[in-house]
């Protein structure tokens, strides 16, 4: 059972990642719910005067690439785990020094079960970056591996961090759906 003070925390948790999450939202759905990277980049400059997000991890799927885009959230001090298409960054990461894209992707599918995954840092427009190549927990034959960016440089807090996006997903579909009565009257207050 929660104390109230970890409710709280979860409350202040939510309410943080609900303005968030609301706040862009909004600014996407005005564009049909897509975004360019200028325009995730105007929204996160917005987001950084009102929210103190620098050492923060943003979790994000395969619509938020783009080498601007990271640039921008290097340059802003966010760090991010981000989902990408198996083709993404494809060249610069092959260029970097160790193996190439497909030997990466060769080592990830031959991996032994406790370690699925691989990790190379490259060089992208003067930033460094890891890509992870992890096969695919869902035996599925269309995508049997999983492909992340990141700032961060440890495989095992990428992929934990980006099972935590689901988490959050399932806690804000949760809490939207059982907390509405809860949020709307503290909102009144």
């Known amino acids: 059972m929660c104390s109230s003070t970890d409710f709280m925390y979860c409350l202040s948790q939510y309410s943080y990642t ?3 999450a609301t706040d862009a939202r909004h600014q996407l759905n005005k ?3 897509h975004s360019s990277e200028e325009d995730r980049q105007k ?3 917005e987001a950084c005067e009102r ?3 620098s050492g923060k991890i943003l979790l994000a799927d395969r619509e938020f690439i783009g080498e601007k885009w990271l640039s921008f959230l290097v340059s802003k001090k966010i760090d991010f785990i981000i989902r990408m298409s198996k083709t993404c960054y494809k ?3 092959s260029e970097s020094l160790g193996f190439v894209y497909s030997k990466l992707e060769k080592m990830a599918l031959k991996a032994k079960k406790n370690k699925k995954s691989v990790i190379k840092q490259f060089q992208m427009k003067g930033n460094t970056y ?3 190549i992890v096969k695919n927990d869902k035996d599925d034959p269309l995508e049997p ?4 960016i990141s700032t961060l440089q440890d495989k095992t807090e ?3 961090g980006y099972r935590i996006r689901w988490q959050i997903e399932i806690c804000l579909k949760h809490l939207k759906s059982n907390a509405a009565p809860l949020w709307e009257s503290i909102l009144k207050i």
């Open 145 to 148: 591996l999983m492909y992340f």
């Open 91 to 93: 060249k610069s990461i």
């Open 130 to 132: 890891s890509v992870v």
């Open 158 to 160: 990428i992929l934990d």
């Open 18 to 20: 609900h303005l968030l």
């Open 31 to 33: 564009k049909g719910g």
């Open 43 to 45: 929204l996160f400059t």
């Open 51 to 53: 929210y103190q997000l």
